[in-house]
């Protein structure tokens, strides 16, 4: 039995829908539009939501975004009489799990539920047994590197990234690796590596915000002899040296338009051309792309080719900041004083519990690169066996600063309206909250102390569009 979240305008249909999954033995919500259905999953949850694509006031595409973003683990069936296959596969590509074109018989639209349902229940499944086997190798660690690398944690945002790193490395897929600088895109793209079938093959690295266009080009796809000045002599590129393997794209975002054509067309054919050759060469490489950036401003400040995002875009994975898994810190410090002691030559082998507090207080702009270098400085300072609070340098974040409180009043002597005071309050640190994250919700929500659900819901509120 799964409880199944409905979303459809048409009273028809929504009760239509009810009553077949009821008899089915589900549990069952349902709202006539898209604001209400997001208050009944954020009060209620759900394992599965079905939308109608065309909605008044809030698309179901709008509820398929919001869905994804805030509940990235429940299931989105979109059912639309309206669009075409194109449409349908632009949900498919948000996070859709399936589709429906109307009309549909009962028959059809059962099956297809119990087969979404079916397909979370083996997912669930396999979660829990990675969890489970995760537990039993707490005191493996030998075994567990091979498979994770640097990758260190036990938070639930790590285990989540852990399932991910599982599942994709059993596939071919090109995968898409979101994260914050020094949050470890690197090493999720070797864990994968490592993991999958090309594990024997090469993992080559080509960081491409370092290079200029020409010089990046010539990286990637190689160049023949004379093909620029001071070629003097055939070079291969990262994907012939990668072939049979895999190929990490970090900072794609920086990749020029030209370039981005030319590895598209890599992408579909499996084949390239040097630079300044003629010479067709097939090419089977496994892609692995890195961007600090999210795919929001991928798209629209960059002028980044759709078809290349939606090529690259075909399994995102997202690396969590180091601010969002504090209770990691103590077992990311540990694994650095064990890693960096030989380095540093330093007699620690422990760290104090004030030392801990005031790591776990702070918020890593630089993420986990930052820590490891907190601990390196602290490892060469400290002179005894134990790292304390008074080793570690300031720690003090020059780019973050408190959001402003606003000035408090004495009340008018004729009175005020409160609620008009109140409200215009609201709204002011609602546009300074999103500006200061720079439109991203989930950052704007924290910095104000509520849900993300609450502050789409003041948004609509307030007319705030970004």
Same mark, same amino acid.
């Given at each position: 039995m799964a409880r199944i979240l409905i979303i459809d305008d048409h009273d028809s249909v929504r009760e239509g829908l009810e009553l077949l999954l009821r008899r089915r033995g589900h549990r069952t919500d349902s709202a006539e539009g898209g604001a209400k259905g997001l208050e009944l999953l954020e009060a209620h949850g759900a394992d599965l939501v079905i939308t109608d694509l065309k909605m008044a006031q809030m698309d179901g595409m709008e509820v398929l975004r919001r869905v994804r973003e805030l509940h990235p683990h429940v299931d989105v069936l979109v059912i639309t009489a309206y669009g075409t296959i194109e449409k349908a596969v632009e949900a498919m590509k948000m996070g859709a799990v399936d589709f429906l074109t109307k009309p549909f018989s009962s028959e059809e639209f059962g099956v297809k539920v119990e087969r979404l349902l079916q397909n979370r229940q083996e997912r669930e499944e396999l979660r829990r047994e990675n969890r489970d086997l995760r537990v039993e190798n707490t005191y493996l660690k030998e075994e567990a590197e091979p498979r994770y690398g640097e990758l260190v944690g036990e938070s639930p945002p790590m285990e989540e990234l852990f399932e991910w790193v599982n599942r994709v490395a059993r596939s071919d897929s090109t995968v898409m690796i979101y994260g914050e600088s020094g949050?470890?895109?690197?090493?999720?793209?070797?864990?994968?590596?490592?993991?999958?079938?090309?594990?024997?093959?090469?993992?080559?690295?080509?960081?491409?915000?370092?290079?200029?266009?020409?010089?990046?080009?010539?990286?990637?796809?190689?160049?023949?002899?004379?093909?620029?000045?001071?070629?003097?002599?055939?070079?291969?590129?990262?994907?012939?040296?990668?072939?049979?393997?895999?190929?990490? !794209?970090? =900072?794609?975002?920086?990749?020029? +338009? /030209?370039?981005?054509?030319?590895?598209?067309?890599? *992408? %579909? &054919? $499996?084949?390239?051309?040097?630079?300044?050759?003629?010479?067709?060469?097939?090419?089977?490489?496994?892609?692995?792309?890195?961007?600090?950036?999210?795919?929001?401003?991928?798209?629209?400040?960059?002028?980044?080719?759709?078809?290349?995002?939606?090529?690259?875009?075909?399994?995102?994975?997202?690396?969590?900041? !180091?601010? =969002?898994?504090?209770?990691?810190? +103590? /077992?990311?410090?540990?694994?650095?004083?064990?890693? *960096? %002691? &030989? $380095?540093?030559?330093?007699?620690v082998n422990a760290v104090s519990d004030e030392a801990l507090e005031e790591l776990r207080s702070y918020r890593w702009p630089g993420n986990v690169r930052e820590l490891e270098n907190v601990v390196e400085r602290a490892l060469v300072l400290a002179d005894g066996q134990v790292l304390g609070a008074r080793h570690l340098p300031p720690l003090r974040d020059p780019h973050q600063e408190p959001l402003p409180v606003p000035a408090g009043g004495s009340l008018p002597d004729d009175g005020t309206n409160l609620n008009e005071m109140v409200e215009g309050m609201e709204e002011r640190l609602l546009r300074q909250a999103l500006e200061r994250a720079r439109g991203v919700k989930a950052e704007a929500a924290r910095l104000l102390g509520i849900k993300p659900s609450a502050l789409y819901y003041k948004m609509e509120k307030y007319g705030i569009d970004s």
């Open positions: 949050t470890g895109k690197e090493l999720v793209a070797r864990a994968i590596h490592a993991g999958s079938s090309r594990a024997d093959g090469p993992f080559i690295r080509v960081n491409c915000g370092a290079l200029s266009e020409s010089l990046l080009d010539s990286e990637l796809f190689g160049h023949e002899k004379g093909a620029f000045t001071g070629a003097e002599r055939r070079r291969r590129g990262r994907f012939e040296l990668a072939h049979g393997g895999t190929l990490f !794209l970090d =900072e794609i975002a920086t990749i020029a +338009p /030209t370039t981005q054509v030319r590895l598209l067309r890599v *992408l %579909q &054919e $499996r084949e390239l051309e040097r630079v300044g050759g003629e010479e067709t060469i097939p090419v089977d490489v496994r892609i692995i792309a890195a961007t600090n950036q999210n795919s929001e401003s991928l798209l629209g400040e960059n002028g980044f080719r759709e078809d290349l995002f939606y090529r690259l875009h075909v399994v995102p994975i997202h690396v969590p900041p !180091l601010r =969002e898994r504090p209770s990691d810190i +103590p /077992t990311l410090v540990r694994h650095f004083i064990e890693k *960096l %002691q &030989e $380095r540093t030559g330093s007699p």
